[in-house]
Structures are given as structure tokens and as C-alpha cells.
């Protein structure tokens, strides 16, 4: 994908007392595990260190972006409701969780896939109760997302945010309505979850160099949503695609990163080696250009259709590497 009109990486908003930096936050350089803390997107929490600039990046937006996250934030009053008396009883998890995925793509799920929540999927102010996390991609439309970082991709996202959430809130009643509990998660500005760790370990995906979730079939080209429930169900397993083998190598969303936030190599972050984007760097202008997504549309896997015959290709080449050695 080219890029038309990028605006610079100046003229951001600036701050008359810099906060603690998100990095430090976000434990940058930390060899020990630990639960996450709150930097960014937390609606109703003005108590925390971007809290300026998370205001401003909500006032940032045009009267279109508004109204289409008006209308799935409308929708989310429905995350949570009333679990039915009388609870069906699970003889087989692998069943159920091939009962819950066929629902999923039935109320219009692009990928699904399940897993356990851990300790660190959660910030550290929130205790989950839940077991069981299901989690959801939809697409983006790829002729709206070519037009990063201005306001008509910035749209479409908060279009797809509202898409996906709904399937999250019909599998969520749907579950309910099985005796059981459920809730959606639909909103990433006001969630108590990381997503994307979840999404890569029920097999949606793995991470990439820009620090958002590659999957086979849409690439970066996604928003997710989560269902966490305590619905009895086989879990899934990470995959490997061959992310690894494509982000070693190239360099498209190094390159075309205006505020040079993304590093060409791993580091440590809460006790686990990964690729990591500077938060300092990428947050003033994701706030100042209605959300940017430059990283996630330049990506190879990223172009409609390329992902699955790319992922071949990689793991063709690694096996070839294998048997010539």
C-alpha cells in the first residue's frame, strides 16, 4: 500500500508538564512478569498520567467518527444482562466450543478463536472474574483504511469497532441465554482487558513488528472484540504463520512510521521478550492524527487476500532452511 498526504511527525501537542513516560508504565525494560497499569484510553479514570492528551485525542475527531462511536458505545449497554434459570448442562468442551464458534460467524465473526485469561490479561486495578475468554476479529473495509491517518480511516474504524462489538454482545446473549455467564467487551477506550495478547493466544494471530496482532486472513486489518464468560469449552492454541520470519526482515512499518516509534528490535516488556512500539513516540501523534493506523495498513500481510498464500511462502522457506541443514 502507498501512503498519500502523511502529515509530520511535528507540530504535535505538547505538554507544559511532560508526564511520567508510558514506557516506564507499560514496564519497559522489565525482565519480571507483572500485571499491566493504565496509561491510555480509560474514559471516566482523569486521574491517570495521558490523561491530557487522551482528552485530546477524543476531541480530536470530525462529526463522522463521533456519531459511529456514539452509536456502538449506544450498543454496549448491552454487554451485560440476565443469565437464564435454568443452565445447559456441558458433557463435551470440545462440542460447545465448536457450538460457540459456528454462532460466532453466524452473527458475522471474521476469525474466532478461545482461550483461558491469565493474571496479566487484566490491569492491575481490575480482578477479573471470568475463566474463559472468546475472542473476535472483523475487517476493516480496505478501501477506507488506504486513505491513514485522516478522518475518513479514522471512521471506518470506529465503524468496525461497532460491528465487531455486536457480535460480541450477540454471543454474549446468546451464551446467557444457555445459563451461563457472559460479557461483552467491545470498547478498547474503556475495556479492563488487553485484547491482543488474548486474541494471539486462542490462534487468532501473532504479534508483529508494529505491536498489533497479525492474522492469516486480514492481517493487521482488524478490530477485535472479546467475550469473557465461564462457558466450559476447549481452548485453542497459538499458531505460527511465519510473522516471525516476515518482521525480522522487513521494514515497511519502520520506514513509514512518521514519529520513528517502532524498533527493529525485540525488547523486554513485563518480563517477556517481544516487539514493543515507544509509546512517548507513537501516542502524541496517534492523538493528533485521528488515530494514524499507518503501521497496521502498510503491512504486507495486511493487503486483502495475501495473507494466506504469504504465510505458505514463509513457513515453505523456513522448512526448506530446516532440510538444507
Not at 462457558?231 to 510473522?243: A, C, E, K, N, T
Not at 515453505?316 to 530446516?322: N, T
Amino acid at each position: 500500500m502507498k501512503l498519500h498526504d502523511v502529515p509530520p511527525a511535528d507540530n504535535l501537542p505538547k505538554f507544559q508538564q511532560a508526564p511520567i513516560s508510558g514506557n516506564d508504565i507499560n514496564g519497559l525494560g522489565e525482565t519480571e512478569k507483572r500485571r499491566p497499569s493504565r496509561v491510555f484510553h480509560a474514559l471516566g479514570r482523569p486521574d491517570f498520567p495521558w490523561a491530557g492528551l487522551n482528552a485530546f485525542f477524543l476531541m480530536n475527531n470530525t462529526a463522522g467518527i463521533v456519531w459511529e462511536a456514539i452509536k456502538y458505545r449506544w450498543r454496549l449497554r448491552n454487554s451485560a444482562g440476565p443469565v437464564a434459570k435454568q443452565q445447559v448442562e456441558i458433557t463435551d468442551k470440545r462440542q460447545m466450543a465448536v457450538r460457540i464458534k459456528e454462532k460466532a460467524k453466524e452473527f458475522g465473526a471474521g476469525v474466532v478463536g478461545i482461550t483461558e485469561f491469565i493474571e496479566t490479561d487484566s490491569y492491575n486495578d481490575i480482578d477479573n472474574r471470568f475463566p474463559y475468554a472468546i475472542c473476535i476479529g472483523n475487517p476493516m473495509r480496505r478501501e477506507e483504511m488506504v486513505h491513514v491517518p485522516h478522518a475518513r480511516s479514522a471512521q471506518e474504524v470506529q465503524r468496525a469497532y461497532g460491528e465487531v462489538a455486536d457480535v460480541a454482545i450477540e454471543l454474549a446473549e446468546y451464551i446467557r441465554s444457555l445459563g451461563w455467564a457472559a460479557y461483552a467487551y467491545g470498547d478498547p477506550r474503556s475495556t479492563e482487558i488487553l485484547q491482543i495478547p488474548l486474541a494471539i493466544r486462542s490462534g487468532l494471530g501473532e504479534l508483529g513488528k508494529h505491536g498489533s496482532i497479525i492474522t492469516k486472513e486480514f492481517g493487521s486489518n482488524l478490530r477485535l472484540s472479546t467475550i469473557a464468560s465461564n462457558l466450559p469449552m476447549q481452548m485453542d492454541q497459538p499458531i505460527d504463520i511465519g510473522v516471525e520470519d516476515l518482521c525480522a526482515g522487513c521494514r515497511r512499518c519502520t520506514t513509514d512510521c512518521p514519529p520513528g516509534a517502532i524498533s527493529d528490535e525485540k525488547q523486554w516488556v513485563r518480563g517477556e521478550h517481544r516487539w514493543y512500539v515507544n509509546f512517548d513516540k507513537c501516542v502524541p501523534y496517534f492523538s493528533a492524527n485521528f488515530g494514524c493506523a499507518i503501521c497496521q495498513e502498510v503491512c504486507p500481510w495486511s493487503e486483502p487476500g495475501r495473507g494466506p498464500s504469504l504465510s505458505a511462502k514463509l513457513l515453505g522457506k523456513r522448512d526448506r532452511k530446516k532440510t538444507s541443514h
